[in-house]
């Protein structure tokens, strides 16, 4: 199994080939088949599989690095990484059966969608789910989709194989283009017992401390790490562009323009701070996560505060340097104005939305709310 530094060092080179090849990603919808592979081989899609599957079962931190090192490169490659390791992270939720027939490939990529947007009835052997499941992202170069149905107001989630699905062309979009997050449909699809399970109940007794980290927190930490890698990126992009642009009527360069200087440092200053609140709430609970209590809600809370902090001023980074690239980030060429887009299509993210603060804010207030998707 990869370690950390392996998977972190395999990230690096994962974000290089990403970049280079981010503007084909961009046009075809989808990752490139030989960026796919590379990721694949590095078993970055599958983080979240536990050792006795031969998966990396790396730590929380380690796997959010790596899509915050692939976005730096480009945010839709950061974003299928951190989507597929959210996913990943069920193999500790499913039946064991199910968890090897999904997880026992290392080359197998899962993408899930675990909101209830099915329906299914119980018959001999296991369930008839129907639904349609919109943001799959990553299933252009998925194997499985973990597919959110309800029965009797019981949240449940199925693991559907994706050559028995229909999946729709129907991503055609602002920003994060290249995750290819069409709608998939599943028709009175017979899905045997042991692949419908239950997330809403916590991880299993036996789960060792990654999948007591908090689930549902980890999920909106995904959406951050790919925004924070990509406001990183804009930053990169225009320091890049600074050099040797310069505005016109000024002989002078825009990195050499006062208000480009303020500009950029202002931006560095938010997006450290950020991305030191990001690390730090998920250090918090993945200590606590090595104990046999559950995380507490208060640790929780700090997840989802980083989440949607870190996603919103990673967002205003990315459009700062949108903004000081002028006339020259308006062109499809320029990769700022795809930092601008991919940016603001992630805050659209229900996880991450101005609403996902909602939540917090009760359990700040006092307020009685519910918790089981804290």
Known sequence: MPTPEELLDAARECAHLAKSLAPVTERHRALPPELVAKLTDAQLFRTGVPGYLGGPEAPPAVSLETA?????????????????????????????????????????????????????????????????????????????????????????????????????????????????????????????????FSVMGGPPAEAVALHRFPLFGFFALSVAAAALGNARGAIDDLVELASTRKPLGSSRSLAERSQTQAAVAEAEAALRAARLLFYASIDDAWQAAQGAEPVPDALKLGLRLAATHVTRTAAKVAESMYDLGGGAAIYETSPLQRRFRDAHTATAHFQVNPASYELSGKLLLGVPVRTEQL
């Open 68 to 196: 915050e090192t692939i976005a730096r490169g480009d945010a839709s490659a950061g974003w299928c990484v951190s989507i597929a390791v959210t996913s990943s992270l069920l193999s500790a939720y499913a039946p064991r059966k199910c968890a090897e027939e999904v997880f026992g490939d290392p080359r197998t990529v899962a993408a899930g969608v675990w909101a209830p947007r099915g329906t299914g009835r119980p018959v001999d052997g296991g369930y008839v789910v129907t639904g349609r499941w919109a943001f799959c992202s990553g299933i252009p170069h998925a194997d499985w989709l973990f597919a959110g149905f309800v029965h009797e107001s019981v949240h449940y989630v199925a693991a559907l194989p994706k050559a028995e699905i229909e999946v729709l062309d129907t991503w055609h979009t602002n920003g994060l283009r290249g995750t290819g997050s069409h709608d998939c449909v599943a028709d009175e699809l017979f899905v045997p017992d042991h692949r419908v």
